[in-house]
Structures are given as structure tokens and as C-alpha cells.
């Protein structure tokens, strides 16, 4: 499938499965929690992980498919896919805590890897009706329209990070909460909206689609010790940004002030 065909059914699968379940009372989206009150699922994550993987089966019947909802079933998919020479991640519902707070903010993503590494990516944003796609060596979209990387800026430095800090009112930097959903924070950071991106959750369906797309546009993503990241990379902390030195800045920061 080309890439165009993978956003008409990630398109297709949204329309279907979850856009319909928005807005829903909490036992027709039959909310489950997982491992916390802030970490859910819901029917929309099940059936659209579910239409996303028969599709990809079909077309890709050799590919390892991970996608978040069946990792959660059985986590040594994880442990695969750095070694699967081709895969596919799926996030069918990314923020799905703000997908069921009727927040527009939640995304459907998916990525394409090679031995853990993404190749092909794409962010879907469907109350934004955004369809964000890259392609190793090919650049950006946004709608189908290429994507410039955004211009530097003098002003203070600025991130969105769930992180949480000690001496806080030191912080040499703007610091506000993410938006709660990987699929909005990558394309807040690409249209220049925040300069770095930390989180302490180091998922590949959170960070593969997103970071492909910061790469690709002259960024950085990487673990706080400096290892590149990728699927199976091991870290406290990834940290993104769209140009190294922002990410060399943001990184001493987080180093010095970060709780571990």
C-alpha cells in the first residue's frame, strides 16, 4: 500500500470505529482502565487497533504488527519488534483519556519499521481533520502539502513535558503540560508552537510516528544519555526537538532539574 492509502484508511477507520463513539456516555464507549484512572481504553481503541491490524494482515502477512491495545495483552510484542525486519505500530486512539472528556485532542497513528526502526509513518487528527504522513528520505506532509521545519527564534526556550521537576520556580525555561496525546504534542513541536517535547513513557505507538516526522525535518529524538531512539531503546526520559542544539539545551536542563 502507498502512503496515500494508508491515510484513506486510517481516514476510513476513524469515520467508522471511533469518531461515532465521541461524545458517547462511558458505558456505550465501555471504558476500561488499565493500569491507572488516567490509563484507558474504550470500544473505539479496541474495534479500530482491530480493523487497522486485518487490513495490514492482509496486505503485510509476513510484517510483526504491534499494535497498543493487543501489547497490552501480550507485552513480548514489544520485545519483538526491534528484531522484526518489518513491522507496523499502531495507536488506534492516542489520548484516549481526552477522547473520552470530549476533547478534540486525540489522534489515530501508525508506523511502518525496520528492524525497530521507523521507515513510514502517520498522524491523524480526526476532529482536526489533519492527516500528518513521512517517508524516510521523502520529508513531511500535512494534508498533503510538504511541511517546512520551523524557523529559529530568540525567544525563551519552551516545553510541554509531563515531567515533573524539582525547584520549579528555577527553571531556566517556559514550561507547560503536553496536550496529552502524542498524535497533538509531535505536530505542536513541528509547527513551532514548543521547542522540545519530554516524556518518561518510552512506547514505540507514542514516539515512532511523531519522532520519523521530527527527524526527517532536521530534529532530534532521543533518550537523555544521547542513544538515538528507536523501538527496544532503553532510557528514563526521550526528549524531542527540532534542531540538536535545542535538544543538547533542553537535555541539560531536564538533566539538572528533572526528577528521576
Request: proline share 6%; hydrophobic share 40%.
Amino acid at each position: 500500500m502507498d502512503t496515500f492509502e494508508i491515510g484513506q484508511l486510517l481516514y476510513e477507520v476513524a469515520d467508522e470505529y471511533i469518531l461515532p463513539r465521541f461524545g458517547a456516555n462511558p458505558s456505550a464507549q465501555q471504558i476500561e482502565i488499565k493500569t491507572n484512572k488516567n490509563d484507558v481504553a474504550t470500544i473505539a481503541d479496541r474495534e479500530a487497533e482491530q480493523a487497522i491490524r486485518a487490513r495490514l494482515e492482509g496486505e503485510y502477512p509476513d510484517a510483526l504488527i504491534v499494535g497498543e491495545e493487543a501489547t497490552f495483552a501480550n507485552p513480548d510484542l514489544l520485545f519483538q519488534l526491534p528484531e522484526a525486519e518489518h513491522g507496523w505500530v499502531i495507536d488506534p486512539v492516542d489520548g484516549t483519556l481526552n477522547f473520552t472528556k470530549e476533547s478534540p485532542d486525540f489522534a489515530v497513528m501508525l508506523a511502518e519499521t525496520r528492524f525497530g526502526k521507523p521507515v513510514r509513518s502517520w498522524i491523524y487528527q480526526p476532529l482536526h481533520r489533519a492527516m500528518w504522513a513521512a517517508e524516510l528520505g521523502a520529508g513531511v506532509e500535512r494534508d498533503g502539502k510538504l511541511v517546512k521545519a520551523p524557523k529559529a527564534h530568540d525567544r525563551e526556550l519552551v516545553g510541554a513535558t509531563y515531567v515533573p521537576f524539582k525547584r520549579e520556580a528555577e527553571l531556566p525555561f517556559t514550561c507547560r503540560r503536553s496536550w496529552g496525546s502524542c498524535g497533538i504534542d509531535y505536530p505542536k513541536l513541528i509547527l513551532g508552537e514548543v521547542d522540545f517535547l519530554a516524556y518518561r513513557s518510552l512506547y514505540p505507538w507514542d514516539h515512532l510516528p511523531g519522532g520519523l516526522m521530527v527527524t526527517e525535518l532536521g530534529g532530534r529524538q532521543a533518550v537523555e544519555d544521547g542513544d538515538d531512539y528507536q523501538a527496544g531503546t532503553v532510557g528514563k526520559r526521550i526528549v524531542t526537538a527540532m534542531n540538536p542544539a535545542t535538544w543538547e539545551h533542553a537535555n541539560d536542563i531536564l538533566n539538572e532539574y528533572a526528577r528521576v
